[in-house]
């Protein structure tokens, strides 16, 4: 080898130092780069064939080592929109061609990020800063059944979602045993309960079930209030249903304790026209104040100040309408709560762990629309780098398979680049003081090549 041989391996050890230079430059370039990972440099020797005894040391080589598999920070962003793998996986992007007929055409071939900073664009496509539009699949926001089962290029649509009738009204509450009404007085016995005679006519269960305007008062004097909630009609009306308790028999008196619910109807009504209406269902307890008559009960038309609702049930459940004593005397609602709701224009989005795209809109429902893909491959560190922080598929790596494993996706956040400054400064360091021995190694070779010219002079 010699002379020559040892300057050819100093160039070779200044070509791979040139090559580490390129890589950490690249990696303090990227330090802040949403979802960048970092190459480092790996060296070969690269030996002659030669008899043992007089085998060299040879020259050296540079080749680039893949990090993706090592997870950067978690920053968090407040982005409903941005999302951050924590655990292993790639987001499934394509890129764009193009437009016709001002929406993006795609090129048809997945790609991989880490990169989760995607924004809405103006279509309602989710877009990150490479300009890679998220792939998953579609929801449907109002039987919230996956659509088809390719997963596409997910497209969230500003459509308002259809308003939906109230079919159900969940009533969970104790009713005071002894209801402290208007009329109430603990010294007269059944002061408390609903006198069917100081109404014109009778408005309980076995009377008329109704309370006309002119007995209004009274009514309200020998009742105690059930609460309010709004319900829905088809076309997303809301109607506010007024409901109010009386007791109407008790254990005490010989009876058993009996409750009826009326709701107002007419809040105008004036005269003979009817304001209150009662259920027309008996509600009952036991000496402990569990529920004993149906636990639902139907209003087959239900109609308040000339809006139509239609069926409704008022579901107590099992244990969720008691008669316990009540030092107020009054209702204590635990739960009241309806099924249905108005029509709604879409608010903000946001990102759950298991990777849905939800919703939530300006009635109040969160509705989930998509599903993000998630790609995971069997050798990572294989896929092809490009541009914009994407990974492709190449023979090395393997098929994709999907789903999250033991992933979690995390909303509002996304991934750092894992590179370490002080790391990278370290290696700067070390790579410019072997580029500096090679350098000197040349510079010996040259004048010892210098030495043997000047021999025969």
Do not use: C, H
């Not at 990020?113 to 699949?137: H, I, M």
């Not at 308790?245 to 709701?263: H, P, R």
């Amino acid at each position: 080898m010699g002379v020559f041989g040892a300057m050819l391996t100093a160039v070779s050890g200044l070509q791979a130092q040139s090559y580490a230079l390129e890589n950490v430059s690249g990696n303090i370039a990227n330090s802040q780069t949403v979802g960048f990972k970092r190459v480092d440099t790996g060296f070969v020797d690269l030996l002659p064939e030669l008899p043992p005894r007089q085998a060299v040391a040879g020259s050296v080589a540079a080749f680039s080592r893949g990090t993706t598999t090592l997870q950067g920070n978690l920053q968090t962003t407040g982005v409903g929109t941005n999302v951050a793998i924590s655990g292993q996986g790639f987001f499934v992007v394509q890129a764009s061609n193009g437009f016709a007929n001002n929406q993006p055409v795609f090129s048809g071939v997945d790609v991989y990020t880490r990169a989760g900073d995607f924004e809405l664009d103006k279509d309602g496509f989710l877009v990150n800063g490479g300009g890679f539009y998220l792939k998953g699949s579609s929801i449907d926001p109002v039987t919230g059944q996956v659509l088809g089962s390719a997963s596409g290029v997910i497209q969230i649509s500003n459509v308002p979602i259809p308003a939906q009738k109230t079919d159900v009204v969940t009533y969970n509450a104790n009713l005071a045993s002894y209801p402290k009404t208007a009329n109430a007085d603990a010294g007269t016995p059944q002061s408390e309960l609903l006198n069917p005679a100081d109404f014109g006519t009778d408005p309980t269960t076995g009377g008329s079930n109704t309370v006309v305007a002119t007995d209004v008062n009274t009514f309200l004097n020998e009742s105690i209030s059930g609460g309010a909630l709004t319900v829905y009609n088809d076309v997303g009306a809301p109607v506010s249903l007024q409901l109010r308790w009386a007791k109407i028999d008790a254990t005490a008196y010989g009876g058993t304790d009996t409750w009826n619910l009326f709701y107002l109807e007419n809040a105008n009504a004036t005269g003979a026209q009817v304001a209150w209406r009662n259920l027309g269902s008996d509600v009952t307890f036991n000496s402990s104040g569990q529920l004993t008559s149906a636990q639902t009960v139907n209003i087959a038309a239900l109609t308040v100040n000339g809006t139509t609702v239609g069926s409704v049930d008022i579901a107590f459940g099992g244990t969720g309408l008691t008669q316990f004593a009540d030092p107020n005397g009054q209702v204590n609602a635990s739960t009241v709560r309806q099924d249905g709701y108005a029509s709604g224009q879409l608010n903000s989005i946001s990102i759950t762990n298991g990777g849905r795209i939800s919703g939530s809109y300006t009635n109040g429902q969160v509705v989930a629309l998509a599903e993000i893909s998630i790609a995971n491959f069997n050798a990572p560190n294989a896929l092809k780098r490009l541009n914009g922080g994407a990974f492709g598929q190449t023979l090395e790596s393997g098929q994709p398979t999907y789903g999250l494993n033991s992933a979690t996706l995390i909303g509002g956040s996304v991934e750092g680049s894992n590179t370490d400054i002080a790391e990278e400064f370290s290696k700067l360091i070390i790579t410019q003081q072997a580029y500096s021995a090679n350098t000197r190694v040349v510079t010996t070779a040259q004048q010892m090549l210098q030495d043997v010219i000047n021999i025969i002079r």
